[in-house]
């Protein structure tokens, strides 16, 4: 088998679609937020609302994965997966995560971060009911996730005989190891790729209930 990536250090492009000033950034990271994410939507890029998740462990050994943003309003930002999840498991122990937004085609990337919370049950069974129905009948069966399971065939006959079972239903209950976790975010990073690596990364923290705004080194 041949390498054909024989050097990696020569793989670099040079950023050149944008620029970030404090004088024309929102004064609410949310609402700053909200023009990008916007701008992501209106330009039609692949799946804008797919974002990194990054936990840790009690034991701080991290765990990252890709997810579908599901809510985004001034209380946080919503995701939705399995309470018995490696993701549910770190926080359990750790509350605290990152969300990671990144839209090479604007050469843009957002990091949110914060405490997470579960959402409450009236809100996740809410949304359960929107999803597809056989996405409704996934969840049921996929437990617990990111467990081993012996083969994919398996995996097909448990969707099938569950989707057998309740062909006559009209609705189905969420199952109660699933639900939806909201980040209440405390920080945001925007970052703009610029020539030369003199990349623009303005930060927003939040100190005593007040949105403190900072341009960081590149």
């Known amino acids: 088998m041949s390498d054909l990536i024989k050097d990696l250090s020569e793989l670099r492009l040079s950023y050149q679609k944008g620029e970030l000033h404090e004088t024309h950034v929102a004064e609410n990271p949310h609402e700053q937020f909200l023009n990008w994410f916007n701008h992501a939507l209106e330009a039609q890029l692949h799946e804008p609302y797919a974002m990194s998740l990054a936990t840790a462990s009690a034991q701080g050994r991290p765990h990252v994965r890709t997810l579908l943003l599901r809510g985004a309003t ?15 498991l770190d926080l359990a122990d750790n509350p605290y995560a ?17 405490r997470v919370e579960k959402i409450s049950l009236e809100e996740s069974t809410d949304y359960y009911h929107k999803r597809p129905r056989d996405s409704q009948i996934a969840a049921h069966i996929s437990t617990p996730q990111s467990g081993v399971i ?32 909201r980040l209440q975010p405390d920080y ?31």
């Open 74 to 88: 001034e209380a946080g930002y919503d995701f939705y997966t399995n309470y018995d999840s490696q993701k549910g």
């Open 188 to 218: 945001y990073e925007f970052w703009q790729g610029r020539p030369n690596r003199l990349h623009d990364r303005l930060c927003y923290e939040r100190i005593d209930g007040k949105w403190n705004l900072q341009r960081l080194m590149p």
């Open 150 to 181: 012996v083969s994919r065939e398996e995996l097909q006959t448990r969707f099938q005989i569950l989707q057998d079972q309740v062909s006559d239903k009209a609705e189905l209950a969420k199952p109660e190891f699933w639900g939806g976790y």
């Open 98 to 114: 990152e969300l990671l937004f990144y839209w090479p085609e604007q050469e843009r990337q957002i990091r949110v971060g914060g």
